[in-house]
């Protein structure tokens, strides 16, 4: 089957996004990466239950942290954990992120991967203030150079630099063009930030996230060399006779 198709037959819930919360060890090492301190006015969108804000706050100080979600059940949780918590200068708001008042944000953690809303947040983004940071994971904002990068954590500040994909891969992969390594290294640095300890299941990951790299970089004109390179014909070789998925045909 071709790789969309077993995309398809995922949970819903677990491809849109939805359900997906960031470890505590990824809060950790964003905050660490942004320097965040007690002059950041923290926003995170998408906040689940909360515990990202509650470590900004708690950890890194800031001044205050907000956390907007539109699932009244995790923003209920959020709530209550942080009213049993001695901790102030947290509030969470259960509203649509298209809706929702940020433009006091110094930083924004936006982990979103509908097209659609990224490009309808765009526009509000564009209208922050000068050096408010967005932090995205795996990829920047479209059409956006980021300022700062620690694969998979992206920083795009206010006013946005335009760039081209191309551009954007090169800055993200500090390279002049991408081999089997570089695909490799960077899918499975994504796997380890936004996972848990399933070693198994990570492998798998990586593999998938590599591949797909490879195949873009390749379809953009920067994958190192002419021909597919070997260990990336064994993965496809292997994801096709041990689990039935196909990906060769990504490539143009
Ligand atoms: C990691 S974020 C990303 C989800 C997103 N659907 C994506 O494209 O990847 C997950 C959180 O965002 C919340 N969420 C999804 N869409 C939202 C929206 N339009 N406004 C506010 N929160 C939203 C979900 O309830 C969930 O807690």
Wanted: aromatic letters at 12%; hydrophobic letters at 40%.
């Amino acid at each position: 089957m071709k790789i969309e198709e077993y995309i398809k037959s995922l949970p819903d819930n677990i491809i849109s996004g939805d359900d997906v919360q960031l470890p505590e060890h990824s809060f950790r090492n964003i905050f660490e990466f942004l320097e965040l301190d007690e002059n950041d006015i923290f926003y995170h969108l998408g906040c689940g239950d909360g515990k990202g804000i509650f470590i900004a706050r708690n950890e890194f100080h800031v001044k205050k942290a907000v956390g907007i979600d539109n699932d009244t059940k995790k923003i209920q949780q959020a709530n209550d954990y942080g009213k049993k918590i001695k901790l102030d200068r947290w509030e969470f708001f259960c509203e649509d992120i298209l809706t929702a008042k940020m433009d006091d944000a110094t930083v924004i953690l936006f982990w979103f991967t509908d097209n659609d809303l990224i490009e309808n947040m765009m526009k509000k983004f564009k209208d922050l203030p000068d050096g408010c940071r967005i932090i995205t994971l795996w990829g920047p904002l479209p059409q956006c150079l980021p300022s700062k990068v620690e694969f998979p954590y992206i920083v795009n500040q206010v006013p946005f630099k335009t760039a081209n994909l191309k551009e954007q891969l090169l800055e993200i992969f500090d390279a002049k063009c991408i081999d089997f390594v570089n695909a490799w290294e960077y899918a499975e640095r994504y796997t380890k930030a936004i996972s848990s300890s399933d070693i198994e299941n990570n492998r798998f990951l990586t593999i998938l996230q590599s591949l797909v790299i490879w195949i873009n970089a390749k379809n953009l004109g920067i994958a190192c060399g002419n021909e597919i390179p070997i260990p990336i014909k064994n993965y496809m070789g292997i994801l096709k006779t041990f689990f039935n998925i196909e990906v060769e045909h990504l490539l143009k």
